[in-house]
């Protein structure tokens, strides 16, 4: 049995440790950024190809007690490098840490690397080279106050570029991010979805590829195909078994809104090159001009938040307007917003049944949930 770590947007580490144990994870362990497992080494590519929440995947190879660099070092020297990856292959190195008495986390960057480097040219008379932007081989290093961990990356590029996407407007949802929302908002796809400020589509497209029962990684590679250890006929078989598995027949009532003709040009370029088009119904339409497309179903979304402070005056003004419209026409429908705008809560005037810290990236989030009931939830004129 091998230890594996499986990282997330803060925030999801629940729904990801449910997630694993479905995929057969062992001993899972939900901690502050991401979730620990147990199982065979080829657990790794299943959670690689159908993990939608995660966001990377570590193997962990080695670990160690250190007071300083030159205890790292010597751990990372007694690793089996050559057994994983060779000199021809490029590698990056990257720290992280919580609570370290070390000076500086780059020189313990540095010196792992002289560890591996070190090894493969004892073994096989040559250095691997650094390619810090797209290497074949990430290696991770996590300390704590007084424990070092090795873990070799499996995923490569982060999990939630699934490979599908052909257009992005300006800062789009992270797709595990929004894979993650979806499983908060218990949404099942016998549901309705709408997402009203729809952007490029990532809400729309997570709960498609979801409905359908579609593997996330199918369109894309992974760091465990550099290693020696990888196992071609394993892998092939299980692309062959999420591929069977998929229901590309299914069909969901998924709907997608913007203000905007060019956001709604950029989600039909992303629907289209996954065939979606049956799955998922688009139009451009403002929200303070939108209709329920059916009688109940689950609203989720992530509205813009301004940066420049005329920007902020404007949503300001707004939020009171998506809380009305809400209220009036949406009654019957649970609605999840995600913002980092905290002021939200308070100026739309509806009382959030539920608050859930996210992180989309290193922006802190919170996720509200809004029970809309008819006549429900409306300040009298008296305030009360």
């Not at 500086?104 to 493969?120: G, I, Q």
């Not at 299914?250 to 809104?257: L, P, R, T």
């Not at 809400?326 to 019957?332: D, E, F, I, N, T």
Request: aromatic share 10%.
């Amino acid at each position: 049995m091998e230890q594996f770590f499986a990282t997330c947007p803060r925030g999801l580490e629940g729904v990801l440790g449910e997630e694993l144990a479905a995929l057969g994870a062992l001993d899972v362990r939900p901690v502050d950024g991401g979730t620990g497992f147990r199982g065979p080494f080829a657990l790794c590519y299943r959670v690689n190809l159908e993990s939608r929440i995660a966001s990377r995947v570590l193997w962990r190879i080695g670990h160690c007690r250190y007071r300083d660099e030159k205890d790292i070092y010597a751990a990372a020297r007694k690793l089996r490098w050559a057994q994983w990856f060779g000199p021809k292959q490029t590698i990056r190195v990257d720290t992280a840490a919580i609570k370290s008495p070390l000076k500086s986390l780059d020189f313990a960057t540095l010196r792992v690397k002289d560890a591996v480097c070190d090894v493969l040219r004892d073994a096989e008379g040559d250095r691997p080279d650094v390619d810090t932007r797209n290497p074949d081989v990430r290696i991770q290093l996590f300390l704590t106050r007084d424990e070092a961990v090795f873990y070799l990356d499996t995923s490569g590029e982060a999990l939630f570029k699934r490979g599908w996407r052909t257009a992005a407007g300006e800062a789009p949802l992270r797709e595990n991010l929004a894979a993650g929302i979806l499983r908060l908002a218990g949404w099942t796809p016998e549901q309705p979805l709408l997402d009203p400020m729809c952007g490029s589509g990532t809400f729309l497209i997570e709960a498609a590829l979801m409905a359908m029962n579609r593997a996330p990684g199918l369109k894309r590679n992974f760091g465990f195909e550099k290693l020696r250890n990888f196992d071609a006929a394993a892998w092939t078989a299980l692309q062959a078994a999420a591929e069977k598995n998929a229901n590309i027949s299914i069909k969901s009532s998924i709907y997608g809104y913007d203000r905007s003709g060019d956001a709604i040009a950029l989600a039909r370029k992303n629907v289209a090159a996954l065939g979606l088009e049956a799955q998922i119904e688009l139009k451009q339409c403002s929200f303070e001009d939108s209709k329920p497309p059916t009688p109940t179903g689950i609203l989720v979304t992530n509205p813009p938040y301004g940066v420049r402070l005329e920007e902020l005056d404007d949503l300001a003004a707004w939020y009171p307007t998506l809380g009305d419209i809400l209220k009036q026409r949406y009654a019957g429908w649970t609605a999840y917003i995600l913002t980092a705008d905290l002021r939200i809560a308070k100026l739309m005037r509806l009382q959030p049944s539920r608050r859930t810290p996210l992180f989309n990236g290193a922006l802190e989030c919170r996720l509200f949930k809004y029970e809309i009931v008819a006549g429900s939830m409306r300040k009298t004129k008296e305030g009360t």
